[in-house]
Structure formats: structure tokens, C-alpha cells
């Protein structure tokens, strides 16, 4: 593997680290702001940010990754779907 590859790798992995670090720092914001704030316009607001961020986060993965981005968003919603629905696909 060239020099060039392990550094676009490297930097694949810095730029998914920070977003879904947002991610979950906003996760971790948005339950303080549920838990601490009483007026609902705060509480909307802060969860449209965090639902957002992490609709935002899905998309960067997939473009960074070099998924193509519905077919991503339709692998999550089947994993999703297969967990809460108890689906084992054989």
C-alpha cells in the first residue's frame, strides 16, 4: 500500500471519528437540555439540531466511504427494521 493510500485512509478515519464524535457530543446535549430545560421551544430546537447532525453523519460516512448514499440509508433502515421487529434473515 502506498504512502498516499494509508494517508486517504488515515483521513478517512479522522473525518468519521470528528462527525460522529459531534454526533454523540450532541446526543449527550440534547438529553441535558430534555433533562435540565423546561420551555419546549429549546427542547425542539435541540432535537432537530441533534436529529440533524446525525442525518448529517449517516450521509458523510457514505460519501467517505464511497457507499452510494441510498444504498446506505436502506441498509440502516433494514437494520433498524430487523432489530425491532425481531426479522433474522437467514
Known amino acids: ?53 446525525t442525518e448529517g453523519a449517516i450521509w458523510s460516512t457514505a460519501a467517505v466511504t464511497g457507499v452510494a448514499v441510498v444504498e446506505s440509508r436502506k441498509a440502516v433502515i433494514s437494520a433498524i427494521k430487523r432489530k425491532l421487529t425481531g426479522y433474522k434473515s437467514a
Open 1 to 53: 500500500m502506498s504512502i498516499l493510500d494509508q494517508l486517504k485512509k488515515l483521513n478517512k478515519k479522522r473525518v468519521l471519528t470528528t462527525v460522529w464524535s459531534l454526533v454523540a457530543v450532541s446526543w449527550i446535549a440534547l438529553f441535558g437540555v430534555l433533562f435540565v430545560v423546561e420551555e419546549k421551544s429549546i427542547q425542539v430546537a435541540a432535537a432537530t439540531i441533534t436529529a440533524l447532525f
